[in-house]
């Protein structure tokens, strides 16, 4: 991965193992993939689930030659490659190879300069030495006359300009502008490649949250509405009818499932009585877990309001799943039951002081 190009027949083979890794388990035989690979590749904080892309590490990864091939200029690897293939760029780079035949290990790697040239800073012949009687000083030309528009943002270029200077009895060096200390890390560079997806969303509210990560993984699903309910297994073309199993009346979509359905407010509507607050649910999961905010409850129980709503949904999923595969009957003390254990058990192992009954833990969310 980091010296050699990865073929992509090797990528997809790889990926083809992370995925039925990572959805392997599900209750259908065909096991669906529910979200698609690029958007699980994507960094949490971009709403993926971090797992790394492989052909963006792999070339994060070969562009590291190229930093150094930039700045170490006198080791021996180098110098072989500049006899070779020749110098480009004032040294900074080596000349494009142009082999037809063959897979050379260095054209691999110099096809993603680019990459790396697009983020270094290059200083051109804007500088004039002998200027300011010899102290040196800036001479930028403008490729055309400034619109009124690009006056103020010119001045201020100039404005910055001017407290800079080009030191003459210093080596050239290349600075990496993805980091603070100018030094190239590929973990910068896979961040700046990784494709923008702006989308309004807090994974905040499903990551930094403090519960099991299956459960953080299932929200995660929920949000982006590719959780396997009954009306996303029709449309993969499985022939079943919508009966949403808890209260046998309406179609089974992910909101009702988890907002909307009559069941499932019963819990909505005990979480808001125990807690003494009244809170309108939005239409969608993702705008719920959105609007969720818990300034109002104090510091320790935060932790606990915040971790409410993912308990909800996984209770909710857990008895969907086996009122469907069990054949068990819906029984609402159980589902009461099952959700304030679930909060519980999980505030105990990260709330010091947390009540260590039932009883007084309820007492505890009531006291806010
Ligand atoms: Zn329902």
Redesign the pocket.
């Known amino acids: 991965m980091s010296l050699l190009r990865l073929p992509s027949s090797v990528r997809r083979k790889l990926e083809q193992i992370q995925r039925d890794f990572l959805w392997s388990g599900g209750n259908l035989e065909r096991k669906p993939h529910l979200v698609r690979w690029e958007m699980v590749c994507l960094s949490k904080k971009k709403e993926g689930l971090g797992v790394k892309c492989l052909i963006i590490l792999n070339k994060a990864l070969l562009s590291k030659w190229n930093w150094r091939f930039a700045n170490e200029r006198e080791a021996l690897w180098n110098q072989v490659i500049r006899r070779k293939y020749g110098e480009d760029r004032g040294g900074w780079s080596s000349r494009e190879v142009r082999e037809a035949h063959g897979v050379g290990l260095w054209k691999g790697i110099r096809m993603d300069w680019e990459l790396l040239g697009a983020q270094i800073s290059f200083m051109a012949n804007v500088w004039d030495p002998l200027a300011k009687g010899g102290r040196g000083g800036w001479n930028p030309c403008f490729s055309g006359a400034l619109n009124d528009w690009e006056v103020e943002e010119a001045e201020r270029f100039l404005e910055h300009l001017h407290e800079k200077r080009v030191l003459g009895d210093v080596d050239d060096m290349v600075v990496w502008t993805e980091t603070k200390s100018g030094k190239f890390l590929a973990k910068s560079l896979y961040l700046a490649l990784e494709a923008d997806y702006h989308v309004l969303f807090s994974s905040s509210c499903i990551w930094n949250v403090w519960v099991q990560p299956k459960i953080s993984f299932f929200a995660w699903e929920a949000a982006w509405g590719k959780a396997l309910t009954l009306d996303l297994v029709q449309k993969r073309g499985w022939s079943l009818a919508n009966r949403?199993?808890?209260?046998?009346?309406?179609e089974?979509t992910i909101d009702?499932?988890l907002l909307?359905?009559?069941?499932?407010r019963v819990l909505w509507e005990l979480l808001f009585t125990l807690v003494g607050v009244s809170w309108v649910l939005p239409s969608s999961v993702r705008e719920t877990l959105l609007s969720w905010h818990g300034s109002f409850v104090g510091k320790k129980r935060k932790k606990v309001w915040r971790a409410a709503p993912l308990h909800i949904f996984w209770t909710v999923w857990k008895t969907k799943n086996r009122l469907a595969f069990k054949d068990d009957e819906l029984s609402i003390q159980r589902l009461k039951y099952s959700f304030l254990l679930s909060l519980w058990s999980e505030a105990k192992l990260f709330i010091v002081d947390c009540p260590l009954t039932m009883v007084a833990f309820i007492d505890w969310l009531g006291s806010f």
Not at 244 to 250: G, V
């Open positions: 949403c199993f808890m209260c046998l009346e309406n089974e009702h499932l909307h359905c009559l069941k499932t």
